[in-house]
T-cell receptor, first 112, second 114 residues
């Protein structure tokens, strides 16, 4: 069966450290993988998109890697801040037709 | 640019009723997708419309339907509501097609079925 698993439901990290979130998938062949942030009571906000032929993408303090052999994406937030506390979702797109399959999310808490 | 707007923000219905939710995409965006978010199942894709045509449909029963108007605004309808339909319904718009582009989500409509 198809699965998208994010490493843990919740992750606590000290301010200033690097947070690493994992997204593993089975029985998908994504053309794209995206990461979103969701705050309570709000819709997800797009952070980064990485294509199947890309290994790594960066944006400011964010970095995402994509390993299609391992069927895994890692999402890093460097120099984490309390404002980074939120739920982070990975999403796969197999067809490029805006049909996203989402993981269950990891709730990140950055402790001051 | 104004973001994606959804109305109403909150809705309470009883079992057996039907409901219509509305989504106005970002100006110029022609693709609108709908998702259901519940604590148990997470975010699940319902359907996607582009230029008034449904291009993709998720694995939901026929009670869930949608449409898109010529101005790209979209509505989704749920008939014969069940308790399990209680969820946050999110719509997202994007500009490029057919290639995936960033999806911009609205704040959602919180539907409670009693």
């Amino acid at each position: 069966s198809q699965k998208i698993e994010q490493n843990s439901e919740a992750l606590n990290i000290q301010e200033g450290k690097t947070a690493t979130l994992t997204c593993n998938y089975t029985n998908y062949s994504p053309a794209y993988l995206q990461w979103y942030r969701q705050d309570p009571g709000r819709g997800p906000v797009f952070l980064l998109l990485i294509r199947e032929n890309e290994k790594e993408k960066r944006k400011e303090r964010l970095k995402v890697t994509f390993d299609t052999t391992l069927k895994q994406s890692l999402f890093h937030i460097t120099a984490s801040q309390p404002a980074d506390s939120a739920t982070y979702l990975c999403a796969l797109d197999q067809t490029g037709a805006n049909n996203l399959f989402f993981g269950t999310g990891t709730r990140l808490t950055v402790i001051p | 640019k104004a973001g994606v707007t959804q109305t109403p923000r909150y809705l309470i219905k009883t079992r057996g009723q039907q409901v219509t939710l509305s989504c106005s995409p970002i100006s110029g965006h022609r693709s609108v997708s709908w998702y259901q978010q519940t604590p148990g199942q997470g975010l699940q894709f319902l359907f996607e419309y582009f230029s008034e045509t449904q291009r993709n449909k998720g694995n939901f029963p026929g009670r869930f339907s949608g449409r898109q108007f010529s101005n790209s605004r979209s509505e989704m309808n749920v008939s014969t509501l069940e308790l399990g339909d209680s969820a946050l319904y999110l719509c997202a718009s994007s500009s490029l097609a057919p290639v995936t582009d960033t999806q911009y989500f609205g704040p959602g409509t919180r539907l409670t079925v009693l």
